[in-house]
């Protein structure tokens, strides 16, 4: 089963625009990861936010989390072309278990 | 340093058949996950391997098995593959337990067709 869930499912946006998803989650987290997956490839990671974190920045990445809403938010500011890719989140469920992603946003920057 | 490789990069089998996927973590890290991604969903998690002992099982049938090396590479098993086993398979290494805050690294994967 899948306990986070990506919102939107896609998005499309112009070149220069800031992009925002948003990520859902069913139990307590100790802390939540935000992934890159380019074309059906591997999983490129991009930022971790723990659970007593509430922001944090990597390069023109904001991640955002809500622990008493069970939410995150990925921002991409100023997007590019390359930034074209589906966007995962995955938390990490208290205890010693794997990475659960959710379903992913499936986001197109037009040039 | 390489990241974490693995082989074959795709595959095609036809129902019935078995297969096995292999994957090599990075350099130092001593757990190994797998997981399998179909097509437009995300990765579900099938097993964890840490320091050679499994650590971890996702919801998967007896047909998948896996295993870890004295050098911390990995094999996946599947047998009498499933239309429905069709799907990208994926490896991820981390330094320590998944799970316990630990950055997972992913391979690139290997795509298997089931025909």
């Known amino acids: 089963s899948q306990q986070g869930e990506e919102d939107p499912q896609a998005l499309s946006i112009q070149e220069g625009e800031n992009a925002t998803m948003n990520c859902s989650y069913k139990?307590?987290?100790?802390?939540l990861q935000w992934y890159r997956q380019n074309s059906g490839r591997g999983l490129v990671h991009l930022i971790l936010i723990r659970s007593n974190e509430r922001e944090k920045h990597s390069g023109r990445l904001r991640v955002t989390l809500d622990t008493s809403k069970k939410s995150s938010s990925l921002l991409i500011t100023a997007s590019r072309a390359a930034d074209t890719a589906s966007y995962f989140c995955?938390?990490?469920?208290?205890?010693?278990?794997?990475?659960?992603f959710g379903k992913g946003t499936r986001l197109s920057v037009i040039a | 340093d390489a990241g974490v490789t693995q082989s074959p990069t795709h595959l095609i089998k036809t129902r019935g058949q078995h297969v096995t996927l292999r994957c090599s973590p990075i350099s130092g890290h001593k757990s190994v996950s797998w997981y399998q991604q179909v097509l437009g969903q995300g990765p579900q998690f099938i097993f964890q391997?840490?320091?050679?002992?499994?650590?971890g099982r996702g919801n998967f049938p007896d047909r998948f098995s896996a295993r870890q090396f004295p050098n911390y590479s990995s094999e996946l098993n599947v047998n009498a593959l499933l239309l429905g086993d069709s799907a990208l398979y994926l490896c991820?290494?981390?330094?320590?337990?998944?799970?316990?805050?630990?950055?997972?690294?992913f391979g690139p994967g290997t795509r298997l067709l089931v025909l």
């Open positions: 139990t307590s987290i100790n802390n």
């Open positions: 991820a290494s981390s330094s320590g337990l998944a799970g316990a805050g630990e950055t997972q690294y």
């Open positions: 995955a938390t990490d469920p208290s205890g010693n278990t794997p990475l659960v």
């Open positions: 391997y840490y320091e050679k002992e499994e650590r």
